[in-house]
């Protein structure tokens, strides 16, 4: 089954990580000094906060495969509808080592498909396609 994920980019982790344990009725699932996940079932979603050289607000939205075979699915999809995917194997990024497929939606919405086979022991520094701009300063996209 596939989990929706939420990726948000903020000023404070402390506040933020209060108030969304206080939103979700739970602890962050991973905590480091930059980055808070919260892997829950109710609602089914991985969403994360991070402390990044960006702008505050919404990094990206995505769909968390549990199996390489969900990733593949998902970016044939989107290849075979004509959209333009950027791939990477093995990406560490959030902690984490990943498969990914990303791609941007009509309105340039980023969206992240991937599946998660390992951790990582920092955060990261992967980099998608989508342009200079949107990138700068995010590890995941």
């Known amino acids: 089954m596939k989990r929706m994920h939420m990726h948000v980019s903020v000023v404070d982790l402390d506040k933020s990580v209060a108030f969304y344990s206080t939103m979700f009725g739970a602890p ?41 075979g969900e990733l593949a699915e998902i970016a044939g999809r989107l ?4 959209a333009e995917t950027f791939d990477e194997t093995n990406a560490n ?14 309105s ?11 951790e990582a022991t920092v955060y990261g520094e992967d980099r998608g396609p989508v342009s200079a ?5 995010a590890c995941c996209g």
Do not use: I
């Open 79 to 82: 290849k075979a509808a004509g």
């Open 28 to 68: 962050p699932s991973v905590l480091k000094p930059d980055y808070a996940k919260w892997m829950l079932d109710d609602p089914r979603v991985n969403f994360a906060v991070s402390l990044t050289a960006g702008e505050p607000g919404l990094s990206h939205v995505g769909v968390q495969a549990e199996t390489t």
């Open 108 to 118: 340039g919405l980023r969206w992240e498909t991937f599946h998660t086979h390992g």
């Open 93 to 106: 990024c959030c902690y984490a080592r990943s498969d990914k497929a990303w791609v941007s939606d009509p």
């Open 133 to 137: 701009a949107a990138l700068a300063g």
